[in-house]
């Protein structure tokens, strides 16, 4: 049975980062598309960043720039690299495989 298992997230201040962890059980993804979502209270889910592979990462434009996304193969692992975070950017954040398999998420707060 693939799971997927995120941390990393928890309370942090305006201004600063976190880093989000992703692993994968079950099944080794090196060539399958993985993606971070977002799910903030009151809105709907939305893509944060997708790849396949290290040279092909798309991210919505509020990421880009602040939020880095990066994956070790070896310990079938990707993770969610988030600076100079906001407000805005407090909401569950899931990662998800080739569109179908979903974690269980892990709570981002960003508040003074």
């Known amino acids: 049975q693939v799971q997927l298992a995120e941390s990393g997230g928890g309370l942090v201040h305006p201004g600063g980062s976190l880093r989000l962890s992703c692993t994968a059980y079950?099944?080794?993804?090196?060539?399958?598309?993985m993606r971070w979502y977002r799910q903030a209270p009151g809105k709907e889910r939305e893509l944060v960043a997708s790849?396949?592979?290290?040279?092909?990462?798309r991210y919505a434009e509020f990421a880009k720039g602040r939020f880095t996304m990066y994956r070790d193969n070896a310990s079938n692992t990707i993770y969610l690299e988030m600076d100079n975070l906001t407000p805005e950017d407090t909401a569950d954040y899931l990662c998800?495989?080739?569109?179908?398999?979903w974690g269980q998420g892990t709570r981002v707060t960003v508040s003074s």
């Open positions: 998800n495989m080739a569109g179908s398999i």
């Open positions: 079950g099944i080794r993804f090196s060539d399958t598309n």
């Open positions: 790849g396949t592979n290290a040279h092909a990462i």
